[in-house]
């Protein structure tokens, strides 16, 4: 059976480019016959210093944001990587295959690791390599990732190929999934740089728990460009940054949008863009608001999930065990 598999880290903000990029087409592939896994990446939230209180209410909040787009956890394994301890025990091994240079050469880390100097910590450093410890330990063949994940998921390929040709076909080589509309949502505020919780600006994204008036004011700030009408173009990148977001929550093709929008000017366009982008968000927010009252529920279904995840992580841990020569 073909595995699906992806992850996000806990940060208290889930902006619309996560649930394009990686949520929603997880939500769909659900109808697929494959056996899914979505979990929630607190080690790697850990890579960057991060509140304990804070954190632990970032993962119960992934976990309701999750079920309120449309994951079943009958459907989909859902849980938290840091309760199955295979996956920093495989990343380790991969530790020891993983070229220094490879890492060195990973943009995100360059991004993230800019400015910091030498305090810049091991674990982000390392960050890919558990991301494909993460991937392999469960025989993944898909993975549904933005673009800016790409590079990772390619990192992933190449340690189970050196993995495989060292001590026997032993992993299966995923493949990213990148879909063609929503898999780099850019920032409202720069449209040339993925749309980013890290970002400087709070307008640089729509978190899934704007209020209308926020989405109102941030869309209206976004950057577009000196022209007047509604078109789709390469070099003008803000305009198209905001018709994939309308043709993402409406679900209409931007061909339609941009007729719809054939006599009128960005001022309108804006009021429309926001008012889908509200319509889009409001009930989810509803539900997300429902299931944070439930901890008991969110707990109980992030320990279903671990509960089949382990049954997985461990068997194909004694295998790999095996291989490198340390299960006597
Ligand atoms: P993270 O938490 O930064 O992002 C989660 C997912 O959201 C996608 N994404 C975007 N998609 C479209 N437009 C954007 N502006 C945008 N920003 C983020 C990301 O591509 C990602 O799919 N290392 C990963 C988490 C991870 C993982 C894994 C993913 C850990 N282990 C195993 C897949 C499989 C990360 O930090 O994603």
């Known amino acids: 059976m073909i595995r699906i598999l992806t992850a996000l880290q806990p940060s208290g903000i889930l902006h619309i480019g996560n649930l394009f990029g990686a949520i929603e087409p997880m939500v769909r592939l659900q109808a697929e016959k494959?056996?899914?896994?979505?979990?929630?990446?607190?080690?790697?939230?850990?890579?960057?210093?991060?509140?304990?209180?804070?954190?632990?209410?970032?993962?119960?909040?992934?976990?309701?944001?999750?079920?309120a787009v449309g994951i079943d956890p009958e459907k989909t394994i859902l849980f938290q990587q840091s309760r199955i301890s295979e996956h920093t025990e495989l990343a380790w091994i991969l530790n020891c295959?993983?070229?220094?240079?490879?890492?060195?050469?990973?943009?995100?880390?360059?991004?993230?690791?800019?400015?910091?100097?030498?305090?810049?910590?091991?674990?982000?450093?390392?960050y890919p390599v558990l991301m494909a410890a993460d991937?392999?330990?469960?025989d993944t063949n898909i993975v549904p990732v933005g673009e800016d994940q790409k590079q990772h998921v390619e990192l992933a390929r190449d340690l189970a190929e050196r993995f495989n040709s060292r001590f026997g076909e032993t992993f299966v080589i995923p493949q990213p999934q990148i879909r063609k509309e929503g898999a780099r949502i850019m920032g409202l505020d720069d449209p040339e740089k993925?749309?980013?919780?890290?970002?400087?600006?709070?307008?640089?994204?729509?978190?899934?728990?704007?209020?209308?008036?926020?989405?109102?004011?941030?869309?209206?700030?976004?950057?577009?460009?000196?022209?007047?009408?509604?078109?789709?173009?390469?070099?003008?990148?803000?305009?198209?940054n905001l018709l994939t977001i309308y043709?993402?929550?409406?679900?209409?093709?931007?061909?339609?949008?941009?007729?719809?929008?054939?006599?009128?000017?960005?001022?309108?366009?804006?009021?429309?863009?926001?008012?889908a982008v509200s319509a889009y968000l409001t009930p989810i927010q509803e539900k997300i608001n429902g299931f944070l009252k439930d901890e008991r529920?969110?707990?109980?279904?992030?320990?279903?999930?671990?509960?089949?995840?382990?049954?997985?992580?461990?068997?194909?841990?004694e295998l790999i065990r095996e291989k490198i020569g340390v299960r006597l």
Do not use: C, W
């Not at 960057?48 to 944001?65: E, G, H, K, S, Y």
């Not at 991937?135 to 469960?138: A, K, S």
């Not at 899934?208 to 950057?223: F, G, H, Q």
């Not at 001022?267 to 926001?274: E, H, N, T, Y």
């Open 97 to 126: 295959l993983v070229h220094m240079g490879e890492l060195e050469r990973m943009t995100q880390y360059k991004d993230k690791a800019r400015g910091k100097g030498e305090s810049v910590s091991v674990g982000l450093f390392d």
């Open 247 to 275: 043709s993402l929550v409406t679900e209409k093709s931007i061909d339609q949008i941009v007729a719809e929008y054939e006599d009128k000017g960005y001022g309108d366009f804006k009021i429309g863009l926001a008012g």
């Open 34 to 67: 494959s056996e899914n896994l979505l979990f929630i990446v607190d080690y790697h939230a850990i890579t960057v210093p991060q509140d304990p209180a804070q954190l632990r209410r970032n993962i119960l909040f992934a976990t309701a944001t999750y079920l």
């Open 194 to 240: 993925k749309m980013s919780k890290s970002a400087p600006s709070e307008k640089n994204y729509i978190s899934l728990m704007d209020d209308e008036a926020t989405v109102l004011k941030k869309i209206k700030s976004a950057v577009t460009d000196s022209g007047s009408t509604i078109s789709y173009e390469q070099n003008r990148p803000g305009l198209a």
């Open 297 to 317: 529920s969110l707990l109980a279904i992030l320990d279903q999930g671990a509960t089949r995840a382990k049954t997985i992580a461990a068997k194909k841990m």
């Open 135 to 138: 991937i392999l330990l469960y």
